[in-house]
């Protein structure tokens, strides 16, 4: 099992910042790909960004140049920059941790973007 915990999310004004962590325990060793989704009322959860255990990353198109996933292997911790923020980012982030035979989730953190 792998337990998951976000932190970072909160209320701010459009083209602020914030800062995503997610801090990963349990069996941290089986994990393979970390990563955010972001889940807007009334709508399903969508992909913001992955990071492989090796770093390479991907970006949903609506992020890249504004958003940075950053992973701390030695912390156990996932990262995601929020730069320029928009009030359709507003939602709660849902950090995901990818092993070969399933994926765990946090519990989510709200980000509130105020126009």
């Known amino acids: 099992q792998v337990q998951l915990v976000e932190s970072g999310g909160g209320l701010v004004q459009a083209g602020g910042s914030l800062r995503l962590s997610c801090a990963a325990s349990g069996r941290i060793f089986t994990i393979n790909t970390m990563g955010w989704y972001h889940q807007a009322p009334g709508k399903q959860r969508e992909l913001v960004a992955t990071?492989?255990?090796?770093?390479?990353?991907n970006y949903a198109d609506s992020v890249k140049g504004r958003f940075t996933i950053s992973r701390d292997n030695a912390k156990n911790t996932v990262y995601l920059q929020m730069n320029r923020l928009k009030p359709e980012d507003t939602g709660v982030y849902y950090c995901?941790?990818?092993?070969?035979?399933?994926?765990?989730w946090g519990q989510g953190t709200q980000v509130t973007v105020s126009s």
């Open positions: 995901n941790a990818a092993t070969v035979r399933t994926s765990y």
């Open positions: 990071i492989t255990s090796v770093g390479r990353t």
